[in-house]
């Protein structure tokens, strides 16, 4: 079965920078659109930055230059590099991959992100 595994989530000051990863139980990783998507409480889960299969990417208005997405296809591993990071950027962030082909998405459980001094 698929699985999306967050890590790196934690507590950092205004101004610092933290690292998401996500590993994909999938042997298919490499052809998969990847994202990362957080939500805030109460507010709408929203598209941070994403990474298409072929290595293109688009960030949120509100994170670019400041967030990087990657990926390591021989790692199963798509990553959130956050510099500059603001109070509203503390959320839970999620991973998500999409099979187009299939039709088909499959969602990380999420991790969290605080930015407070």
């Known amino acids: 079965q698929v699985q999306l595994v967050e890590s790196g989530g934690g507590l950092v000051q205004p101004g610092g920078s933290l690292r998401l990863s996500c590993v994909a139980s999938?042997?298919?990783?490499?052809?998969?659109?990847m994202g990362w998507y957080r939500q805030a409480p109460g507010k709408q889960r929203e598209l941070v930055a994403a990474?298409?299969?072929?290595?293109?990417?688009s960030y949120a208005d509100s994170v670019k230059g400041r967030f990087t997405i990657s990926r390591d296809n021989t790692k199963n591993t798509v990553y959130l590099q956050m510099n500059s990071l603001r109070p509203e950027d503390t959320a839970v962030y999620y991973c998500?991959?999409?099979?187009?082909?299939?039709?088909?998405?499959?969602w990380g459980q999420g991790t969290q992100v605080t930015v407070s001094s």
């Open positions: 998500h991959a999409n099979f187009a082909l299939a039709r088909t998405d499959y």
């Open positions: 999938l042997s298919i990783f490499s052809i998969l659109d």
């Open positions: 990474i298409t299969r072929g290595g293109s990417t």
